[in-house]
């Protein structure tokens, strides 16, 4: 496989695992990406759980804005490295079974982020002293002049 190839795979494999930290899908593909990497051995799927843990960590703990992004960048940078160096050391038919099994890890953090999707339709409503609360992104629209 071209190399090009190794590094697409890497790089959105690397993005998956860092964008399913900190969500519902997170034990999913902790458990896909140590037995990916860990090739079958129980001492290398454990240490990949662990390392896969401090990542988290280190997610969760980042200060918001810049600090969180930097972090972000750093943390897929890393795991697109191991992926790339795991995909290199492979036989060519290994190859290609972890880059299609990449493309799934990919598809299950895809899947998992529509779910978190909540849409809520107040039109018409009148609020007093109103909140809204919750976390991920939101939008807030004031429909009032409509």
Do not use: C, Y
Not at 57 to 78: K, N, P, T, W, Y
């Amino acid at each position: 496989m071209l190399l090009e190839g190794f590094i697409a795979a890497a790089a959105a494999g690397a993005g998956a695992i860092i964008q399913a930290a900190g969500t519902d899908a997170w034990n999913g593909i902790r458990g896909t990406v140590a037995r990916l990497i860990g090739r079958g051995e129980t001492g290398r799927e454990q240490a990949e759980l662990e390392r896969l843990d401090r990542t988290r960590a280190v997610l969760e703990a980042a200060q918001d804005g810049e600090e969180s992004e930097r972090v972000r960048i750093a943390q897929v940078a890393a795991w697109q490295t191991r992926l790339e160096t795991l995909l290199e050391g492979l036989p060519e038919a290994e190859q290609a079974q972890v880059v299609a099994e990449l493309e799934a890890l990919v598809a299950q953090a895809a899947a998992a982020r529509t779910t978190d999707t909540v849409h809520n339709d107040f039109r018409g409503a009148t609020f007093t002293h109103s909140q809204v609360q919750g976390s991920g992104t939101m939008t807030v629209t004031n429909n009032l002049n409509k």
